[in-house]
């Protein structure tokens, strides 16, 4: 995730006091502060003052003001979501709602997982990562105008001139769209795309190419190549930045839903292991430090026993939320299964990640989680961190984070175990 900008509040235009406690209770659990208003006037002035992440509007509406009043204005002056809280409605209706401003819908009961994975992503679209692009192409006029066009558009791009060193890079570069130029001295650009799709971990890389081939029939054959578009060199600078654009965030969405764990949007269990042997391999390559962290929650199965699965996602995804923001970018942490999870520490020492995650558990610990009857939980965790030795394998790191995770729980839990 991005940076923690969750200090704003969201503002909640509701007249029930009741329901109102309901949902701040609620999203209280996630770090997130909410504040009711029973007067329109009063939020519009709040809004003002302060600019909230989003605006909750309960439908049963406010007590000084008519919605269809409140909803323009209230979508004039907020930038984020406007969020309409309502049982089901008829499709008519929810376009009114649009057009007076309504971004977004959320069915009764509130459903606070719901609101969360939207605000997050929302955090995410003010403060994208910069796409990563590869250029292939031996043309340097022509690499040097589409680099700069691609640079002034905010993306990252690497180019190389030789195609044969393109499987090394990508390995290395891990881009997210491969540019590549149909003919060129060592080999043509269909031959490369068919040797970058043999790999299955290159496979989903959409690859474009840049050509002057005009001949549709020779395009289409590139295309069942490997390639996913075709451009024509020395096209609109526009068409090729919107283009670059909308693929690499496809090419995000699908790498999402393939690597994320659906419940925590954290790294699922295959591609942390995967991301982890990397890591692995990398330090030894390096002779650079590597730390490894296992959290396990404390005693969720009586969680879950006693207050319900429903009640123990949400614990999981408030810690899933805290890990997000303490490691953006989330491409370090996964959930390693059920209440399981693991963080891999690039270039730290073991004493390092320990305070890390000692802090974490110190956030986790003071969070106010809400049972399904209103009942104030709190719930903390245990880590077990362990440091690459000299030789030491992958499942031999795992091992032993996980030795010092269960010397934690033995201890009596709420704590950070270090590997000896």
């Known amino acids: 995730m991005v940076s923690d900008t969750s200090t704003a509040p969201i503002y909640l235009l509701c007249r029930n006091g009741d329901y109102a406690a309901t949902v701040s209770q609620q999203l209280a659990m996630f770090g997130l ?13 709040a809004i003002h003052g ?3 992440l989003a605006v909750l509007v309960d439908e049963a509406g406010c ?35 649009a057009r007076a401003g309504v971004t977004d819908f959320l069915p009764k009961p509130f459903d606070s997982h719901r609101l969360i994975d939207q605000i997050d992503r929302m955090l995410e679209a003010q ?6 692009v590869l250029i292939v192409d031996d043309s340097e006029t022509l690499t040097h105008w589409a680099s700069n066009v691609l640079t002034m558009a905010g993306m990252r791009v690497r180019s190389v001139k030789n195609p044969l060193k393109v499987p090394q890079l990508v390995a290395l570069e891990k881009p997210e769209l491969i540019l590549l130029d149909m003919y060129m001295p060592e080999c043509t650009g269909d031959e490369l795309a068919k040797v970058l799709r043999q790999n299955p971990a290159f496979d989903g890389i959409p690859i474009v190419f840049l050509s002057s081939e005009t001949q549709r029939g020779r395009q289409l054959s590139a295309r069942r190549m490997g390639g996913d578009d075709f ?24 790498r999402e839903l393939m690597t994320r764990d659906s419940l925590t949007r954290l790294l699922n269990h295959t591609h942390l292991i995967e ?34 699965h429903a009640v123990g996602d949400r614990v999981i995804k408030s810690l899933a939320r805290l890990l997000r923001q303490n490691f953006p970018g989330a491409d370090l942490v996964g959930r390693y299964g059920g209440e399981e999870f693991s963080i891999i520490f690039p270039d730290a020492s073991l004493l390092r990640a320990a305070q890390q995650v000692d802090d974490l558990r110190q956030r986790f610990s003071e969070l106010c989680h809400i049972s399904g009857n209103g009942e104030p939980l709190t719930i903390s965790f245990s880590a077990g961190v362990a440091q690459l030795g000299n030789g030491m394998q992958t499942e031999q790191l795992i091992e032993t984070a996980d030795a010092a995770l269960y010397q934690a729980k033995a201890a009596g839990r709420n704590q950070v175990g270090l590997a000896r």
């Open 275 to 308: 991301r982890l042997l990397q890591e692995v391999a990398r330090a030894h390559e390096t002779v650079r430090p590597l730390a490894f962290a296992m959290i396990d929650i404390d005693h969720f199965k009586s969680v879950n026993d006693r207050y319900g």
């Open 63 to 97: 007590e000084d003001m008519m919605l269809t009043q409140v909803l323009p204005m209230i979508a004039r002056l907020n930038s984020g979501p406007l969020v309409y809280l309502s049982l089901p409605m008829a499709a008519q209706e929810q376009i009114e709602l």
């Open 33 to 45: 502060r909410a504040v009711a208003f029973p007067r329109a006037s009063a939020l519009l002035a």
């Open 50 to 52: 302060e600019a909230p």
């Open 231 to 254: 451009l024509v060199k020395n096209n609109d600078p526009d068409e090729l930045i919107d283009i670059v654009a909308m693929m690499v965030d496809r090419y995000r969405r699908l």
């Open 127 to 132: 403060s994208p990562q910069p796409a990563r």
